[in-house]
């Protein structure tokens, strides 16, 4: 059996390296500018999100609320996930951190995404700037 070379050896760590990387998500043949880890990573921070904090609480004990609840949170870990592969390269590149932070950022905007998507939401919507009393001042109408 012959020696293994130095190329062989560059070969098989280029191979390693390459099985080691981080693909892009695509979806239908259309690249999607998402990176897998970045999604995982989202999808974590939605979870401790919804288990740990209670941001998606039950309505009620029937099986069409336990049903809605689920798809909620269903809903809620596809979104922050989402929101989190999207924005957290893009949060860490404004703030200029270093690549090692990445997962770790991708995994606090999965967190906190809910609470700053209805935020936004309502800021854009203009139902933020409503008073309580549903628009009227004063009192009764």
């Known amino acids: 059996m012959p020696e293994p ?3 062989t050896a560059a070969a098989v760590a280029t191979m390693a390296a390459a099985a ?6 695509t979806a239908f043949g259309v690249p999607l500018g998402l990176r897998a880890d970045l999604l995982v990573a989202g999808f974590a921070g939605a979870l401790v999100a919804i288990i740990l904090l209670g941001t998606v609480p039950s309505t009620g004990d029937t099986w069409r609320e336990l049903l809605r609840t689920t798809m909620r949170r269903m809903a809620f870990a596809c979104a922050s996930s989402l929101t989190a592969g999207y924005l957290a390269p893009l949060a ?7 690549e090692a932070l990445l997962l770790g950022g991708a995994f606090a905007v999965g967190g906190g ?3 700053v998507l209805l935020f936004a939401i309502r800021r854009l919507s ?4 409503l008073p309580p009393g549903g628009g009227a001042q004063g009192g009764a109408p």
Not at 20 to 25: F, K
């Open 20 to 25: 080691a990387s981080t693909t892009a998500v």
């Open 113 to 115: 995404a809910q609470q």
């Open 126 to 129: 203009g139902t933020a700037q």
């Open 92 to 98: 860490m590149l404004v703030a200029q951190l270093p």
């Open 5 to 7: 070379t130095t190329a």
